[in-house]
């Protein structure tokens, strides 16, 4: 269901890598267009997957909020990294029985999707939950799928992908050098 890398999705011959945020969040749109029902109701992961569905929310002109999901109650390194500076799960709609399509911005071990829908439960039994991310840069430790992925990249463990915005809205890639012990 996925999209083949384009050629800015391609690490380039001197090891990094460039990645035009604003052609996959397209393709992503294009993706969740074919995604969803007319009950579908959006959701991302906080904070990427957020600014993916709160845009998604207005260029499908779908009413009211999307929801935003925190994954810090959750997570399995929770004593090691506390509660981290992200937003708070707000869910503007009845989980019960609803579709939910989850977004976020990079899947990568797939203990944050893990932890999501660990807190997601905490708020109701949804029919049915899908995910839809920007950047599937594989390496799973969990075994996670995107039902959507704008693009699939290779990263080395010791580089960190994460969604980035500017003040007008745009989003852009931030590839980092990360201590291997922090992933």
Known sequence: MSAPPSPSTAPR???????DAEALYAELLRGVRALRSGQTQLAGIASGGAWLAERLQKDLGLAGEAGVLSSAMHRDDFSQRGLAQSAQTT?????????????????????????????????????????AVLVDRGGRELPVQADFAAARVALPASQSLALARTDAGAFHFDVKDVNIQEV
Request: hydrophobic share 45%; net charge negative; no cysteine.
């Open 13 to 19: 011959a001197t090891g990094t890598l460039s990645l």
């Open 91 to 131: 869910l503007p709609f009845e989980v019960n029985g609803a579709d939910i399509l989850l977004l976020d911005d990079v899947l990568y071990t797939g203990r944050t999707i893990r932890a999501v829908l660990n807190e997601l439960f905490d708020y109701g039994r949804p029919a049915s939950v899908r995910l």
